[in-house]
Structure formats: C-alpha cells, structure tokens
C-alpha cells in the first residue's frame, strides 16, 4: 500500500531527478552548446526557432515511443495533445530562453526556465483535461506564450 510519505517522496524524487536531467543536462547541450554555435551564424530568432522546434522534437519521440498500446498501435489521443505543446509552447519558450542567455549569458538562469517550465507543464498548468479540450488548451497556452 502506498502511504502519503511515500507519495511526497516520489514527488522529491521526481522534482530532483527533473532539475537534473531536464534543467540541467538538457540546458548544458541546448544553451550551453547549440546556442552559442547557431548564434555564429544566425540571428536570435533563428536560433530560437531551430533549437526550440528541436528541443520539441526531442520531447516528442518518448511521448510517441510511450502512447503505444502493447502492440504497438498509436494511441492518437494520448499523442496529440503533446504534440502541440511540444511544436508550440517549447519553441515560444525558447524564445525567452535564448533572448535572456543571448543579454545574460548566464547557463544557470536557462537551467532555472527550463526547470520552471518543467514544472508548471506537470505540476501546476496540467489541467485535467483529454483529447480535444487539451488541445484547446495547449493552443491558448502556444497563443500566450507568444503574446510574451
């Protein structure tokens, strides 16, 4: 039986190992390393669109690896949602990320965004929602985040 202690520290777990992984090792290949080389050749925006629209895919392919059903099939219902925060909420996202790297330089401050980002999507901004209200809400979450 799972007792609330053990809930609260799945919870720490999760947080630490997202800070981690997610913030930190991520941040290091997308901002630290990626970032700083597309800039030699591209301006801001550009950069913002390539690493953002790879950061989703990167993203995408474990959501697509683990909608499956034990044979295989896609579930369409549980991909498609995900499919539009990760092509429209990660690359706006990444906009203010590369903008604050690109006037701070700070690594950390994107490590801070990015482990902010990971858990307003899971722990604060997830509504309860499916299917086509998920979508809705993912396309009002794309259409703030780049108002911003």
Excluded at 26 to 41: C, H, I, S, Y
């Amino acid at each position: 039986m799972v007792t609330a202690e053990d809930k609260v520290g799945t919870v720490i777990q999760g947080i630490i190992i997202g800070l981690v992984f997610g913030g930190f090792l991520e941040e290091m290949g997308w901002t630290g390393f990626a970032v700083p080389k597309l800039r030699q050749n591209y301006g801001v925006v550009t950069t913002d669109l390539i690493v953002g629209l790879l950061h989703g895919l990167w993203h995408l392919l474990p959501t697509y690896w683990s909608t499956g059903d034990a044979a295989g099939a896609l579930s369409l219902s549980d991909f498609i949602p995900p499919l539009f925060f990760y092509a429209g909420v990660l690359p706006a996202y990444r906009v203010l990320m590369v903008w604050l790297y690109d006037r701070t330089g700070s690594l950390f401050l994107n490590i801070l965004m990015h482990a902010a980002l990971t858990a307003a999507a899971l722990w604060i901004l997830l509504p309860a929602a499916t299917g086509a209200s998920l979508v809705i809400y993912y396309l009002l979450l794309t259409a703030l985040m780049w108002a911003v």
